[in-house]
């Protein structure tokens, strides 16, 4: 259990001892017990526990203490007044107790509180000065209208007493719980009842986990309605679906609401909207074949355009960073013109499908009219959208430097590079190179790639595993330097193109029965490393291990392996046999490495503020 530590006795009537309890603290007084200080109260608390250290004077709202003292996700955090660190910052936080000894010694001459002269600053604000001087980044929670105050004078605790009543705690804190960012959809015909929903979950102690497998679980028997292939179904479906996105939002809200963060969270949170919609789509593909429409290669389509749509961000913001504004030139420039034009701001959040807007698509779609239909709609609205954001990254690069720090090792993640990569690199060709060499080498590869599978009698032949080795190469060529110029980032995409298009292309060529399912279930399993990677760059943890990848084969082994098969079995179960295979392997490989990151210490409780499309 956490213990808070106050500097003194608090003053008569002050409810800052409740509220400490009511977060979850034992609460405690430095002195007491004849402990001899902090520094001995510090030492009482163990090793492994959180500890906050809290002005006796302070004054203010409940939450302000939420917000510096429970939040899982920074090792110190602070409001005026109060401080906590967890056990990684706890040897920081006694070297900063000892470096206030003499203050502390001062203030206990003068009286029984360990709080410092009001020249010196609370005592909290100046351990977190020391934490931060000393390399311990301190978060510091924007308070908005709430009150953080610690007053010296029975005047100013009295105005603190007004600031508190005058502000609505509660209605802050809903508030506070929706992403600042967000869809229009999801702001306008979600947030506003969701918001509601997580606090009702909150008080009746469900954990935002809970919550994301309910939405999980809804949104897999709305794909079992959808696989019915009945009118009803489709219809029980799309209100299946919006009801899953609801409990998808009051998740995230939840965890805001309660800072209720955890690196199992972040996991669920981070794979589970995959699951759930590529479930969907295949959900849509079993209905349609029940009325004989065969619209699998629909469904993988689908899944490869939403795929390289979200590459696409990932890799551009890792090789980009977001800046100061203007940096990124006359494209950021009129960016921010248009910001300033308020129905805009919405336009261009719609126009980028975002999943409130897409989901709300397929539900609406999906139960009107028919699965060709809502996927045939939902490919021409998520081409549009990609065509969109990829040409304004496109002109915001042409006037950016290379990368920064990590960027190269970000890249060549998201690229997943192989066997033959790992071959080619090792011949050590010459590091330097024009701006736009590594994007020609991967576009060249790519277009040789699904240029070939799509000339009639070569997929499924041997000419298709030629130009599936020229892909390989030219993959291995763009990849052999480090990615660091400012069209690099385009490379991770390209090769998802490159890799899920040419299962499409084999698969559908080949017209044996149950082909493109297992294709789908390969680029399944595909896209989800490569999700895995993204979100593991997202919270600091570097790439998942380059031995996966080498196991894996990277993505041109596995296209080379796929267009071997093909041309192995091109009458048969074969292929269809060696995608179900491969898919499983790789599903088993993936799974097993991500789950073993996940639950381990290393795996960052990030959770996705940015308001970025999903």
């Known amino acids: 259990m956490p213990t808070a530590i106050l500097t003194g006795p608090p003053p008569p009537g002050s409810p800052l001892g409740g509220d400490l309890a009511a977060l979850g603290f034992t609460v405690r007084t430095a002195g007491d017990g004849g402990t001899g200080g902090l520094a001995a109260a510090l030492a009482d608390v163990p090793a492994g526990e959180r500890v906050a250290v809290v002005d006796a004077r302070f004054a203010g709202?409940?939450?302000?203490?939420?917000?510096?003292?429970?939040?899982?996700?920074?090792?110190?955090?602070?409001?005026?007044?109060?401080?906590?660190?967890?056990?990684?910052?706890?040897?920081?936080l006694t070297r900063a107790a000892a470096g206030t000894a003499g203050d502390g010694a001062r203030a206990r001459a003068s009286g029984p509180s360990l709080a410092a002269p009001p020249e010196a600053g609370p005592l909290p604000d100046r351990l977190a000065g020391l934490l931060a001087a000393g390399g311990t980044p301190v978060h510091r929670p924007a308070l908005g209208t709430l009150v953080a105050a610690v007053p010296a004078t029975p005047e100013e605790r009295a105005e603190a007493a007004r600031a508190v009543a005058a502000v609505d705690e509660e209605a802050v804190r809903l508030r506070s719980a929706v992403k600042s960012r967000d869809g229009f959809f999801t702001t306008h015909f979600v947030s506003p009842y969701s918001r509601y929903l997580a606090r009702w979950c909150a008080r009746r102690g469900l954990t935002p986990n809970q919550v994301t497998t309910a939405?999980?679980?809804?949104?897999?028997?709305?794909?079992?309605?959808?696989?019915?292939g009945e009118r009803a179904g489709y219809a029980a479906a799309g209100a299946l679906l919006l009801a899953s996105f609801v409990l998808d939002c009051a998740d995230g809200q939840l965890a805001r609401y309660a800072l209720r963060y955890s690196t199992l969270g972040a996991w669920l949170d981070a794979t589970f909207d995959r699951a759930k919609e590529y479930a969907f789509y295949a959900g849509l593909a079993l209905g349609a074949a029940r009325t004989g429409d065969d619209v699998w290669a629909l469904a993988?389509?689908?899944?490869?355009?939403?795929?390289?749509?979200h590459v696409v961000d990932f890799a551009f913001n890792e090789a980009h960073p977001p800046g100061p504004s203007g940096s990124a030139g006359g494209a950021a420039a009129l960016s921010g013109r248009l910001d300033r034009i308020g129905w805009t701001v919405w336009l261009?959040?719609?126009?980028?499908?975002p999943i409130g807007e897409r989901w709300a698509l397929l539900a609406v779609l999906t139960a009107l009219t028919t699965p060709r239909v809502t996927l045939t709609v939902l490919l021409i609205a998520g081409g549009l959208a990609g065509c969109y954001t990829t040409a304004g990254r496109l002109l915001r690069s042409r006037r950016l430097a290379g990368g920064g720090p990590g960027t190269a090792e970000a890249l060549a993640g998201l690229a997943d590079?192989?066997?033959?990569?790992?071959?080619?690199?090792?011949?050590?060709?010459?590091?330097?190179?024009?701006?736009?060499?590594?994007?020609?080498?991967?576009?060249?590869g790519t277009a040789a790639l699904l240029g070939a599978l799509l000339v009639p009698g070569v997929a499924g032949g041997w000419y298709a595993l030629a130009a599936a080795a020229v892909y390989a190469l030219c993959a291995a060529r763009a990849t052999a330097a480090p990615l660091?110029?400012?069209?690099?980032?385009l490379l991770p995409p390209l090769f998802r193109a490159g890799e899920y298009g040419a299962l499409l292309a084999l698969a559908g060529h080949s017209g044996v029965n149950g082909a493109l399912p297992a294709a789908f279930l390969l680029v399944a399993a595909s896209a989800y490393h490569h999700y895995d990677t993204v979100y593991r760059l997202r919270g600091g943890a570097g790439a998942p291990p380059r031995g996966l990848a080498m196991a894996a084969g990277g993505?041109?082994?596995?296209?080379?392996?796929?267009?071997?098969?093909?041309a192995l079995w091109a009458t048969g179960q074969g292929f269809t046999a060696a995608l179900a295979a491969l898919a499983g392997v790789l599903a088993l490989l993936v799974l097993g490495e991500s789950i073993r990151f996940w639950i381990s210490s290393r795996a960052p409780a990030v959770h996705d503020e940015t308001g970025e499309p999903a």
């Open 484 to 489: 660091v110029r400012p069209f690099d980032w």
């Open 348 to 353: 261009r959040r719609m126009i980028v499908l």
């Open 417 to 444: 590079g192989g066997p033959v990569s790992a071959a080619v690199a090792s011949w050590r060709p010459p590091a330097a190179r024009g701006r736009y060499t590594a994007p020609l080498w991967a576009l060249a």
């Open 555 to 566: 993505h041109e082994g596995r296209v080379l392996v796929v267009t071997a098969a093909a």
């Open 215 to 228: 939405s999980l679980l809804v949104a897999l028997l709305a794909a079992g309605c959808a696989a019915t």
């Open 300 to 309: 993988l389509g689908a899944m490869l355009l939403q795929t390289t749509r």
């Open 61 to 92: 709202h409940r939450h302000s203490l939420r917000l510096a003292l429970t939040d899982p996700r920074f090792p110190a955090a602070a409001v005026p007044g109060a401080l906590a660190v967890l056990p990684p910052a706890r040897e920081a």
